[in-house]
């Protein structure tokens, strides 16, 4: 069973009691997104009270290397250029965050090219040799709220996988969005579809070292899968605009070590132009119990439209493998 949450969008951050008189309903609990723990969803949305011109100069660029696979995830940040840090590692950006309508360019392996390459992965069978795959799951994202009109429709599909080796282990998800109307109110004519902004997945508190990869797979125009632009130990989204610097910095994404966010933009049919309704594989590589097979949490799985477009902001949560 999924969960749905409704976000009334506001410029600066969330505000519960604004959302109270509100005319979308509320589901859940909110605060500041400074003081989020894991049933939070912290939204922000102002860039110009977060990322001001000196700001967006002073994190152009990280002083963290690029790196091919996996890219370990710091509980005390990453450092960025000019002082401070961020929750986030940078991986493909060549799609500038969903705003380019010309898409992003997928990543290359020697001998073939070896560009666009940090965070990924040639292939997901394994991701890594030794690993074995001990659990696998395809869960159905539904949605049910004032824009489907309390009907539930499903808006698309997520595979939910595990690989172990030893008492280790790498947490896969893979996202197809459906060619799907969820927004049924007699007001709103033509189609509304789901978009997928941030995926992220829960559970990983004390089971550090955490590192994140990703895996393109090409079959075709019609499924070809959007790059991974970014992924962090955070549980706070933050929107990107045109000239947004690549990682927000503690201040805005607080780290969280118990939720891994990766930044993407998936959606069936796009209205900035670059439209990709597949995720690539998103993974988590953390330590986990040796032998007992993977449990599925409540809610360890939550997907969110940021409102890029200035489309509503929502949350599915869905049940997932974690630690």
């Given amino acids: 069973m999924s969960a749905v949450v409704l976000i009334q ?15 979308a309903p509320i589901q859940g609990a909110f605060r500041n997104p400074t003081t989020l723990n894991e049933t939070d969803f912290g939204v922000i949305m102002n860039k110009k009270l977060l990322f001001n011109s000196a700001l967006g100069t002073l994190l152009l660029a990280s002083t963290v290397a690029s790196a091919t696979g996996f890219v370990r995830l710091s509980n005390r940040g990453i450092s960025i250029d000019g002082g401070g840090t961020s929750a986030y590692a940078v991986c493909n950006t060549t799609g500038d965050f969903g705003n380019n309508p010309n898409g992003s360019t997928p990543p290359t392996f020697e001998p073939f090219g070896g560009e666009n390459n940090t965070c990924a992965l040639p292939t997901a069978t394994p991701p890594l040799e030794g690993f074995r795959r001990v659990a696998n799951a395809r869960r159905d994202m539904i949605m049910n709220n004032v824009y489907t009109l309390r009907q539930p429709v499903k808006v ?27 927004d049924l109110r007699p007001a709103e004519p033509g189609r509304q579809y789901f978009e997928v902004n941030d995926f992220l997945r829960g559970g990983f508190r004390g089971k550090g070292p955490i590192s994140i990869a990703y895996v393109h ?15 962090g130990l955070t549980l706070t989204s933050v929107v990107n605009f045109p000239g947004d610097p690549a ?29 990709f309704r597949d995720s690539p594989w998103f993974l988590v590589r953390s330590a986990c119990t040796a032998t007992a097979a993977p449990v599925p949490r409540d809610n360890a799985l939550r997907f969110r439209q940021m409102g890029q477009e200035d489309q509503p902001l929502l949350e599915i949560r869905l049940r997932g493998f974690a630690p």
């Fill in 247 to 275: 990682q927000p910095p503690v201040s805005v994404a607080p780290i969280n070590s118990n939720w891994v966010a990766f930044t993407s933009d998936i959606n069936f049919r796009d209205d900035d132009g670059s439209s």
């Fill in 9 to 23: 969008q506001r410029l600066v951050h969330y505000n519960p009691r604004q959302a109270d008189s509100a005319p």
């Fill in 217 to 231: 797979t090409t079959e075709g125009p019609a499924a070809s899968d959007e790059v991974l632009y970014r992924a």
């Fill in 156 to 182: 698309g599909t997520v595979i939910d996988r595990v690989w172990r080796k030893g008492a280790e282990c790498i947490y896969g998800a893979k996202i197809r969005l459906d060619n799907v109307d969820y």
